[in-house]
DNA sequence: TCTGGGGTCCTAGGACCC
DNA sequence: TCTGGGGTCCTAGGACCC
C-alpha cells in the first residue's frame, strides 16, 4: 500500500514559547536566542520580515533589534521541553505511528487516510494542538517525508500572506505537484543545504522542477547518494523511512562555547569533568552503555591559529558510570592539553553505544557484584538530581563555581516545570 | 567584548591482509 | 625495471538536519 506521511512542524517554535505565558508578546518582534546568548535560534514573523537571518550572530544585529523594541530571550531549555511533549502527546492519540522528529517536529505515518481527507484531517490537528497547548502548527503531507516536508514550507509560506490552506496542505496530487515543483527554489528542499545549493545554482538547475529532471547518473555524481534519495523521495519513491524512536542513539555528546576564554588547567579539568558526568546521566537515561570516549579542545574558531586538539580511549568495559567517565576524560586531556592555549570550548562524546543489559563484562576490572553496586550508586545520584535540580549533587572533579559557565542574561522564567519560577509572575 | 549545541550519514584515503 | 588487485576496517572530514 502506498504510504502518505505528515508533517507536523511547530511555528517559530521558542517564540511560540514565550509568547504562550506571556500574550503581550503577540504581535511583536521576539528573538530567542543560542546558548551564550550567541546566535539568533528562534525568529517571530516580524523578525524575518525585518530580513534578520536564522543562526546569525547577537552582537552583530543588537542595535537593529532594539531599534524596533524586539523582546529578547535566552533560550529556556526546560520550558520549550516541556511544551514539546505536551504537542508530541496529543499528537500521539490521533496517531500511533509518529517519530518525534526534533523538538518541534513530528512525522506521522498517516497512510490510513483517505487522500481527499487530508487537509481537513490536519485543520482539525492545527486548532486542537492550539487549542490544548498555545503552539501554532503547520502540517504537510505527501507520498514521502521530503515531499511532507515541501508540503509544509507551502502551508508555512501560505499562512504569512493568503493564508487560504489554513496551516495544513497535501502535495498528494498531480496539480498541486505542477503548480509547485516548478516555483519551489532548490534551496528550501529538505536536503539541499548551502554547498549544494551554491553547486546546483552553477549548473543553473534553479526549482525542483530543474532537478527531478535529471538523470540519476547526474544527480549521483553532482549530490552523491543521500542527493540521489532526496530526489527519488520527490519523484514519490519513499527511500526515508519512519524511524523507531526507541533506537539507541550512536553518539551522545555534550559540549560548551565557554562565556570567557580559559586558559588554567585546572578549569578545563572541571568543564571536561562536567560534560562527561551530563554524558553518562544521558546514557543512564536511555540504559545504554559506552565503549568510546572522544574529548575535543578547541580556540575560538574566529580567531587566528585555529587549534582543534582531540584524543580517545577505549574503555576497558563500556560503562556509564560517571566517575569511569570522568576518569577517562581527564586522561584523554591530559594527553591532548598544550600550555599558552586560549581555550574557548570543550566537548566530550562517547561512541560505541549498546544497551546496558548487554555488556560483556572485562575478567580483569569488574565482577558483577562492583557492576552492579556502581549501578545502585548512580541511581541514586540521578534520583537526587532529578528530584531536587539537575547539579544537586556532583562528583569532586565538577567544581561548583563554574568560571567558564556560559552567558544567559535574558532567559525567560521556567513557567510550566519549576513551582518557584511560576510564582514570581503572580 | 560578544559567533550554539547535538545529531546523522557518506566518502575518501590510509593501513593492513592475502 | 617491473610496482597487481581484491578485500576489510578505521578515521577524518564534509555535508546535511534541527
Known amino acids: 500500500m502506498p504510504k502518505i506521511f505528515a508533517l507536523v512542524d511547530c511555528n517559530n517554535f521558542y517564540v511560540s514559547c514565550e509568547r504562550v505565558?506571556?500574550?503581550?508578546?503577540?504581535?511583536?518582534?521576539?528573538?530567542?536566542?543560542?546558548?551564550?546568548?550567541?546566535?539568533?535560534?528562534?525568529?517571530?514573523?516580524?523578525?524575518?520580515?525585518?530580513?534578520?537571518?536564522m543562526a546569525g550572530p547577537y552582537f552583530k544585529i543588537k542595535d537593529q533589534l532594539d531599534k524596533v523594541g524586539a523582546a529578547v530571550f535566552s533560550s529556556n531549555y526546560s520550558l520549550y521541553g516541556d511544551m514539546s511533549n505536551r504537542v508530541m502527546n496529543i499528537l500521539q492519540t490521533f496517531c500511533q505511528n509518529m517519530e518525534v522528529y526534533s523538538i518541534d517536529e513530528a512525522f506521522l505515518d498517516v497512510s490510513f487516510l483517505n487522500k481527499k481527507d487530508l487537509e481537513e484531517f490536519g485543520r482539525d490537528l492545527v486548532i486542537k494542538i492550539k487549542q490544548y497547548t498555545g503552539i501554532p502548527v503547520c502540517i504537510g503531507f505527501g507520498e514521502t517525508k521530503t515531499l511532507a516536508k515541501l508540503a509544509n514550507e507551502i502551508a508555512k509560506k501560505d499562512g504569512k500572506n493568503l493564508n487560504q490552506f489554513k496551516g495544513a496542505f497535501s502535495i498528494c496530487n498531480q496539480e498541486a505537484k505542477e503548480k509547485y515543483f516548478s516555483e519551489i527554489a532548490v534551496k528550501d528542499i529538505w536536503g539541499i543545504g548551502r554547498m549544494y545549493n551554491k553547486k546546483l545554482q552553477e549548473l543553473n538547475v534553479q526549482t525542483v522542477a530543474d532537478l527531478i529532471s535529471k538523470s540519476d547518473g547526474w544527480i549521483r555524481s553532482n549530490l552523491k547518494l543521500t542527493g540521489l534519495k532526496t530526489i527519488q523521495e520527490l519523484r514519490g519513491i519513499s527511500c526515508i523511512n519512519l524511524d523507531d524512536v526507541n533506537e539507541a542513539k550512536k553518539s551522545i555528546i555534550s559540549s560548551r562555547s565557554f562565556g570567557k576564554e580559559v586558559v588554567e588547567y585546572k578549569h578545563l579539568q572541571e568543564a571536561v569533568a562536567s560534560f562527561a558526568s551530563r554524558v553518562g546521566q544521558k546514557l543512564r537515561k536511555n540504559k545504554t552503555v559506552a565503549?568510546?570516549?572522544?574529548?575535543?579542545?578547541?580556540?575560538?574558531?574566529?580567531?587566528?591559529?585555529?587549534?582543534?586538539?582531540?584524543?580517545?580511549?577505549?574503555?576497558?568495559?563500556?560503562?556509564?558510570?560517571?566517575?569511569?567517565?570522568?576518569?577517562?576524560?581527564?586522561?584523554?586531556?591530559?594527553?591532548?592539553?598544550?600550555?599558552?592555549?586560549?581555550?574557548?570550548?570543550?566537548?566530550?562524546?562517547?561512541?560505541?553505544?549498546?544497551?546496558?543489559?548487554?555488556?560483556?563484562?572485562?575478567?580483569?576490572?569488574?565482577?558483577?557484584?562492583?557492576?552492579?553496586?556502581?549501578?545502585?550508586?548512580?541511581?541514586?545520584?540521578?534520583?537526587?538530581?532529578?528530584?531536587?535540580?539537575?547539579?544537586?549533587?556532583?562528583?569532586?572533579?565538577?567544581?561548583?563555581?563554574?568560571?567558564?559557565?556560559?552567558?544567559?542574561?535574558?532567559?525567560?522564567?521556567?513557567?510550566?516545570?519549576?513551582?518557584?519560577?511560576?510564582?514570581?509572575?503572580?
Request: proline share 4%; with cysteine.
Open 21 to 53: 505565558f506571556n500574550p503581550k508578546l503577540e504581535n511583536k518582534p521576539v528573538v530567542v536566542l543560542s546558548n551564550n546568548d550567541g546566535c539568533v535560534v528562534a525568529r517571530s514573523n516580524e523578525i524575518k520580515a525585518m530580513g534578520i537571518p
Open 291 to 426: 565503549g568510546l570516549i572522544t574529548v575535543y579542545i578547541m580556540n575560538n574558531r574566529f580567531k587566528e591559529g585555529k587549534a582543534f586538539l582531540s584524543g580517545s580511549i577505549c574503555l576497558p568495559t563500556p560503562s556509564n558510570y560517571t566517575p569511569d567517565l570522568i576518569k577517562s576524560s581527564l586522561e584523554i586531556l591530559d594527553k591532548i592539553f598544550v600550555k599558552g592555549l586560549k581555550y574557548k570550548k570543550a566537548a566530550v562524546m562517547v561512541t560505541a553505544i549498546q544497551p546496558e543489559n548487554s555488556i560483556a563484562l572485562n575478567l580483569f576490572e569488574n565482577t558483577i557484584q562492583t557492576t552492579h553496586k556502581k549501578a545502585i550508586i548512580m541511581k541514586t545520584f540521578d534520583t537526587i538530581n532529578k528530584r531536587f535540580g539537575s547539579n544537586t549533587i556532583q562528583t569532586g572533579r565538577e567544581s561548583f563555581d563554574k568560571t567558564w559557565k556560559l552567558k544567559s542574561e535574558h532567559r525567560s522564567r521556567q513557567f510550566s516545570t519549576n513551582w518557584e519560577e511560576l510564582l514570581e509572575v503572580v
